[in-house]
């Protein structure tokens, strides 16, 4: 079955840097869309940023200038270069992955932005 695991979220300063990486079995990156999403305690879950079989990267606005969607083919793991972190980052970053209309969630890794 389909496997998505995240891994690097951790406690951050405002203004820090952390990297995702989003490790995929049994589905892969290349050919079809990848996604980054978030949920904040109290939210709904949103999305970040993703990235299409093509390479075309779409951000919410909120990330633009800030974060940065790539993935490693070889490796089949995408990830999420996150810049500049703002306390409003605080959340729980999900990898999602889209093909042929079933989306894929990986459970989850917690990212928190505080002094």
């Known amino acids: 079955q389909v496997q998505l695991v995240e891994s690097g979220g951790a406690l951050v300063q405002p203004g820090g840097s952390l990297r995702l990486s989003c490790a995929a079995s049994?589905?892969?990156?290349?050919?079809?869309?990848g996604a980054w999403y978030r949920q904040a305690p109290g939210k709904e879950r949103e999305l970040v940023a993703s990235?299409?079989?093509?390479?075309?990267?779409n951000y919410a606005d909120s990330v633009k200038g800030r974060f940065h969607i790539s993935r490693d083919n070889a490796k089949n793991t995408m990830y999420l270069q996150m810049n500049s972190l703002k306390p409003e980052d605080t959340a729980v970053y999900y990898c999602?992955?889209?093909?042929?209309?079933?989306?894929?969630w990986g459970k989850g890794t917690l990212v928190t932005v505080s002094s």
């Open positions: 049994r589905i892969t990156f290349s050919i079809n869309t």
């Open positions: 999602n992955v889209l093909k042929f209309a079933t989306n894929y």
């Open positions: 990235i299409s079989s093509g390479l075309s990267t």
